[in-house]
Nanobody
Framework: VQLQASGGGLVQPGGSLRLSCADS????????IGWFRQAPGKEREGVAC????????YFLDSVKGRFTVIKNKPENTVDLQMNSLKPEDTAVYYC????????????????WGQGTQVTVSS
């Protein structure tokens, strides 16, 4: 399995989703994993990341307190738990991997997975 984000779907406002980022080629916990999103007509933006030293960063004020990045070492995934979802969270969500420090800049990442659609709507 190459880098891939999964777990998206349609959810009502206030609901929750848990996205997973997996890649069987890498021990995910040894890398920095970034989560990004891109809404229609907008540029890709950094949402959050977690470093190899388990330090998490959240780049958008709008997701702080609602989103959590979690390393799932037994499953070799890095998950994005999203709670209290809002319509403005609607986007395609991507994960990306790199060996450096957490960054919200897409070009700092070496590999990208296919995204997963998250739609928040009643």
């Amino acid at each position: 399995v190459q880098l891939q984000a999964s777990g998206g779907g349609l959810v009502q406002p206030g609901g929750s989703l848990r996205l997973s980022c997996a890649d069987s080629r890498f021990p995910m916990h040894e890398y920095t994993i970034g989560w990004f999103r891109q809404a229609p007509g907008k540029e890709r933006e950094g949402v959050a990341c977690i470093s190899s030293s388990d330090s998490a960063s959240y780049f958008l004020d709008s997701v702080k307190g609602r989103f959590t990045v979690i390393k799932n070492k037994p499953e070799n995934t890095v998950d994005l738990q999203m709670n209290s979802l809002k319509p403005e969270d609607t986007a395609v969500y991507y994960c990306a991997i790199q060996k450096g420090t957490c960054s919200s800049t897409p070009r700092d990442y070496d590999y990208w997975g296919q995204g997963t659609q998250v739609t928040v709507s009643s």
